[in-house]
């Protein structure tokens, strides 16, 4: 496959990106993208790393939480917290890496 064909398939999925994009996240091994950003990669636009890394789960956790269910239960857990901004290389390497698998998802040929 060439350049051509990924311009094709472009000019194809900038008639109705949203349809395109409900369309790629039903199909079978779609790697975890946000929406927005399916959106601006089928359209060929800027994607932003710090949105894709924001919908990412860190491994940092949140202070314990608590909730009370009709003043009688209790309920105490832990859990991970959205990551935040691009702070590190390793925070890069994630967020592009979801990135060229997006990519390679929906542009094979590329």
Known sequence: ????????QIKLYSKDPRQVVKHILSMPGC??????QWT?????????L???LKSAHS???DPKQLHVIDDKVELSFRV??????IKSAADHNTTFTM???ALAFVFPQR
């Not at 496959?1 to 094709?8: G, K, L, S, V």
């Not at 790697?31 to 927005?36: K, L, T």
């Not at 991970?80 to 901004?85: E, V």
């Open 1 to 8: 496959m060439t350049i051509r064909t990924t311009f094709e």
């Open 31 to 36: 790697p975890p993208f946000p929406p927005s």
């Open 40 to 48: 601006n990669l089928v359209q060929w636009k800027y994607v932003d």
């Open 50 to 52: 710090a949105k894709v």
């Open 59 to 61: 491994t940092e956790l």
């Open 80 to 85: 991970t917290k959205p990551a935040g901004t």
């Open 99 to 101: 990135f060229i698998k």
